[in-house]
């Protein structure tokens, strides 16, 4: 039979391309989000984070956009590779207590 | 650093038995998450701790569910007793403290499966 479950937007990119993996957040008050790579049967693996009170982040290959306009995440992988095969998740923070949200998550395919 | 050691890596049990999860987090970490991730919901939270302290619960699921910390280094997620509906993979993350930026660090988790 059918089996229902969480379909996960899937993004399909050949090595060497950039990729970019875009999430919307849904609370106006968070103040920190993060990027999130989960490789099958691993836990998440923090990637890169980004606070409020700015727009862009970049670290190694990775950069992180915000929109706090129209709440808005994205990721931007550059020059993807096979190890970068996995699902990406964004988290948001709402507050400062701590706990994270997560979103639903996006598979990554990297076709060499 | 050894990261976050989560046991068993996988369970097997059979409905309305005890299943009890363990994690070590990170030394030094302040904060501690339980998650627990499935294909119908994704990640989601079941409580926290700050300082050994439960600080928000809401997401546990029902009172079958229970979470400890006895100290620092050690909490556990017991399920008494267990239903197939439980059936998942269950996180453990714990950070430098629950306000302060950095990653949260996973564990590998434990897949959990009650026939």
């Known amino acids: 039979g059918e089996s229902v479950g969480l379909h996960l937007p899937t993004l399909s990119v050949q090595e060497g391309d950039n990729s970019i993996i875009n999430c919307a957040y849904s609370n106006s008050a968070s103040d920190y989000f993060i990027w999130y790579k989960q490789e099958s049967g691993k836990g998440p693996q923090f990637i890169i984070d980004?606070?409020?009170?700015?727009d862009k982040r970049q670290g190694q290959r990775v950069t992180v956009l915000l929109n706090k306009t129209v709440k808005h995440l994205s990721l931007q992988i550059a020059a993807t590779q096979p190890g970068d095969s996995a699902v990406y998740f964004c988290?948001?923070?709402?507050?400062?207590?701590?706990?994270?949200?997560f979103g639903k998550g996006t598979k990554l395919s990297v076709k060499p | 650093d050894a990261g976050v050691i989560q046991s068993p890596r996988h369970e097997v049990t059979e409905m309305g038995q005890e299943v009890t999860l363990r994690c070590k987090p990170i030394?030094?970490?302040?904060?501690l998450f339980w998650y627990r991730q499935t294909m119908m919901r994704g990640l989601e939270l079941l409580i926290y701790?700050?300082?050994?302290?439960?600080?928000?619960d809401s997401g546990m699921p029902e009172d079958r569910f229970s979470a400890k910390m006895p100290n620092a280094s050690f909490s556990t997620l017991k399920i008494q007793p267990s239903e197939p509906r439980d059936s998942a993979v269950y996180f453990c993350?714990?950070?430098?403290?629950?306000?302060?930026?950095?990653?949260?660090?996973f564990g590998s988790g434990t897949r959990l499966t009650v026939v």
């Open positions: 988290a948001e923070r709402p507050g400062s207590q701590g706990n994270l949200i």
């Open positions: 030394s030094g970490h302040n904060s």
């Open positions: 993350a714990s950070s430098l403290a629950a306000g302060v930026s950095g990653g949260y660090t």
């Open positions: 980004i606070r409020s009170n700015m």
């Open positions: 701790f700050n300082n050994n302290v439960p600080i928000d």
